[in-house]
Each structure stands twice: as C-alpha cells, then as structure tokens.
C-alpha cells in the first residue's frame, strides 16, 4: 500500500499563492507517476496536473502559467506550486499517484484531499 499526505492548503486572497505538498510513504512501492486533482462543491472532481518523472509535467488549461508542478524523486514528494489565485481555484485539492506496491499491479492512490479557500 502507498498512503499520500498532503499539506499546504488554507484560505489566501485573490492573486495570491500557496504551495501545497504531498509525501508519498509506504514499503516496496515505486511510483511511475504523481498529481492533483481538485473538487470544488457541488462539482465533479477533475484533473489539475500531473507529472511523470521529475520533468514531464502536464496541465489541465484552467491552471495553464499560473500552477507549476514538481516532483522531488529521491523524496516520494510531489509539490504544486499556485500563483495568481483566483476564486474560481477554491477546491478540495487531492494527490495522487500511480504506483507498484510490492507485487501489485499498477494502481492509483488518493490523499484525504487538502482545502484551499481564494476569497477576501
């Protein structure tokens, strides 16, 4: 099993930032990719990014030259980096990655999700 931890999230005022976390532990795991998602209420969960490797990053559009994704390989630790928030950005962030634990086949874990709150 992998459990992911995320950190980072609180309220911040429109065209600030946040840098969210999430650390990925567990035994005899290798993870191939890592990411968020983010649920806003009343709405379906849906992709912000994600990144394979430590270099090939993608971008849902909404978050396009605003959010950075990077990935720290040797910590099992993925980070996203949010400037110029907006209140539409308000969401439930949740990690996630694809991942072999131990002789498992490939599967996707989730983070308990972490609040972000864009509002003045």
């Known amino acids: 099993q992998v459990q992911l931890v995320e950190s980072g999230g609180g309220l911040v005022q429109p065209g600030g930032s946040l840098r969210l976390s999430c650390a990925a532990s567990g035994s005899s795991f290798s993870i191939t990719q890592m990411g968020w998602h983010r649920q806003a209420p009343g709405k379906q969960r849906e992709l912000v990014a994600f990144?394979?490797?430590?270099?090939?990053?993608n971008y849902a559009d909404p978050v396009k030259g605003r959010f950075t994704i990077s990935r720290d390989v040797a910590k099992n630790t993925v980070y996203l980096e949010m400037n110029s928030l907006k209140p539409e950005d308000t969401a439930v962030y949740y990690c996630?990655?694809?991942?072999?634990?131990?002789?498992?086949?490939?599967?996707?874990?989730w983070g308990q999700g972490t609040q972000v709150t864009v509002s003045s």
């Open positions: 996630n990655s694809y991942a072999f634990s131990g002789r498992s086949p490939l599967q996707l874990y």
């Open positions: 990144i394979r490797g430590n270099s090939d990053a």
